[in-house]
């Protein structure tokens, strides 16, 4: 019997002593969606030869230290194996891809003082703006006053951070123009209208004024994370959305336009 246990501890040694000591590990730089995730792989001994990549989403790589873009925000369980010839090893994680702050403003006019109104997605920590006439603020709704002559117009950029650590820009270009005809286009921008509200039972959602130069139209929740809304119907006067995949909550609706105007409205759906 003891012979037998003898035998038996020796087998048990001898495996781990012939056990592989190889091992794999990778580390992440912060997620935000739509900007690039490098990945840094590791080993011990520092003598991989081979990596392969499973970021969870479908794609794949076999570079030691990839960079990828993810397509949507949310936690991802990414792989990695990696050889050094001999021995594998695997390692996964959950990657998370945090929302982008989605950046948007709008500013009310009394004579040269303009108060900026953020209109940006929720969850912001910081704010750094550039006022264009030699201020900066860090305040939420910051108040500038512009030294002018006629016809002088100014860019404004707004820089946020939000609670994830995800930071996002917007520049308007010649946004505000004193004594300017560009002033009476923004006042008609700002008169669209969206309705019903709140959309109850699946209705339709419904813009309509002066929708001229409309460029692109891009929807978002309270969180930032881009959603879906099908244009049904569209002409120069209103847009008929699409509303039944939404779940009940607050929603905005951001129109980009090509005198670089951006309206925001607010959807809330019950």
């Known amino acids: 019997m003891k012979t037998k246990l003898t035998i038996l501890l020796f087998s048990l040694l001898s495996f781990q002593i012939g056990k592989s000591q190889f091992t794999v590990d990778f580390t992440s730089t912060l997620v935000c969606f739509g900007s690039p995730t490098q990945f840094t792989s590791f080993s011990s001994p520092t003598n991989a030869t081979s990596w392969y990549w499973s970021f969870g989403d479908g794609d794949t790589s076999t570079t030691q230290n990839p960079i990828h873009f993810y397509s949507n925000s949310g936690s991802y369980i990414v792989q990695l194996i990696a050889s050094d010839g001999v021995d594998v090893d695997s390692i996964s994680k959950v990657v998370t891809v945090n929302p982008t702050p989605i950046v948007d403003f709008t500013h009310t006019m009394s004579g040269d003082t303009v108060s900026f109104v953020n209109q940006t997605s929720s969850l912001i920590t910081i704010w750094n703006w550039n006022l264009g006439n030699g201020t900066t603020s860090n305040s939420e709704n910051p108040i500038t006053t512009y030294q002018h002559p006629p016809d002088s117009c100014y860019d404004v950029t707004l820089t946020v951070i939000n609670s994830y650590g995800c930071l996002s820009s917007l520049t308007k270009t010649d946004y505000i123009c004193m004594g300017s005809a560009t002033i009476i286009n923004e006042v008609e921008k700002n008169s669209i209208s969206l309705?019903?509200?709140?959309?109850?039972?699946?209705?339709?959602?419904?813009?309509?004024g002066n929708i001229n130069g409309l460029e692109k139209i891009i929807g978002y929740n309270v969180l930032g994370n881009l959603i879906s809304l099908p244009i049904i119907s569209k002409n120069e006067n209103e847009i008929i959305f699409e509303t039944n995949q939404l779940n009940n909550g607050v929603y905005f609706l951001q129109l980009h336009f090509d005198d670089k105007t951006v309206v925001t409205k607010k959807v809330i759906v019950q």
């Not at 309705?195 to 309509?208: D, G, S």
């Open 195 to 208: 309705y019903p509200t709140p959309i109850i039972n699946n209705q339709k959602l419904i813009v309509k």
